[in-house]
């Protein structure tokens, strides 16, 4: 069984910071594609950050200049540096990750088959 640990939420005042980790648990499992997808309250959960294993990124328009997401393929661990925080990021987080790209996008939860079970972000006005 592979299981995608995520470390890092916590509680920030907005114009903050925060990097989440994403860490596989097996070292022999290698996936074409990391995400992180984050669901707020009464919201649907929506794709912010994605990445392959050749480092080709994709990003949400809300979070484009303020998040960055990365991965060290020898820690078989994915990041996301969160910068310039809103109280609108405020939600659970979740890494994902995938075997390839689907007709479906980078960004769409369709496209992952394994997931983390969240760690919350919390921004205070």
């Known amino acids: 069984q592979i299981d995608l640990v995520e470390s890092g939420g916590g509680s920030v005042q907005a114009g903050g910071s925060l990097r989440l980790s994403c860490t596989i648990s097996?070292?022999?499992?290698?996936?074409?594609?990391m995400a992180w997808f984050r669901q707020g309250p009464d919201k649907e959960r929506e794709g912010i950050a994605s990445?392959?294993?050749?480092?080709?990124?994709n990003y949400a328009e809300s979070v484009q200049g303020r998040f960055t997401i990365s991965q060290d393929l020898a820690k078989n661990t994915a990041y996301l540096q969160m910068n310039s925080l809103k109280p609108e990021d405020s939600g659970m987080y979740y890494c994902?990750?995938?075997?390839?790209?689907?007709?479906?996008?980078?960004?769409?939860?369709?496209?992952?088959?394994?997931w983390g079970q969240g760690t919350l972000v919390t921004v205070s006005p």
């Open positions: 097996s070292d022999t499992y290698s996936p074409f594609c």
């Open positions: 994902a990750a995938g075997h390839s790209y689907t007709m479906f996008g980078a960004l769409d939860p369709r496209t992952y088959v394994t």
């Open positions: 990445i392959r294993r050749d480092d080709t990124t």
